[in-house]
């Protein structure tokens, strides 16, 4: 998946999580293998839930405010975000493309979302 950005650029991926079954972890995990297999470093809220529940934290005992606080932290050291489909359903995914676009990160799009 070649999205025109030099190889290497951190690209950030963003879409629906609550409510979805699993958080939606196995397609932002589909959508990050892609962009890794096409040389790109990719940034996953899915990834960043995975190391929380490794510490020993529980995400559902975690305000949505400190996932997001982490989530904008990482979103700032990209050089892109990819809109995943749903992304305009998700609360979430709206405020970090709001903040990606104050970063002056190029924006991607998922066909069809």
């Known amino acids: 998946m070649q999205l025109g950005l030099p190889l290497a650029a951190k690209i950030y991926l963003s879409g629906p999580m609550t409510g979805i079954p699993d958080?939606?972890?196995?397609?932002f995990d589909r959508?990050?293998?892609n962009l890794r297999d096409a040389g790109y470093d990719v940034v996953s809220p899915a990834d960043l839930n995975r190391k929380r529940e490794d510490a020993g934290q529980v995400l559902?005992?975690?305000?949505?405010?400190d996932f997001m606080k982490e989530d904008i932290r990482e979103l700032s050291k990209c050089d892109a975000i990819y809109m995943m489909k749903g992304w305009r359903y998700s609360p979430g995914a709206k405020h970090e493309l709001e903040n990606a676009l104050v970063f002056a990160l190029t924006v991607f799009f998922q066909e069809g979302s």
Do not use: L
């Open 31 to 33: 959508i990050a293998k």
């Open 60 to 65: 559902s005992e975690i305000f949505y405010s």
């Open 23 to 27: 958080f939606n972890f196995p397609e």
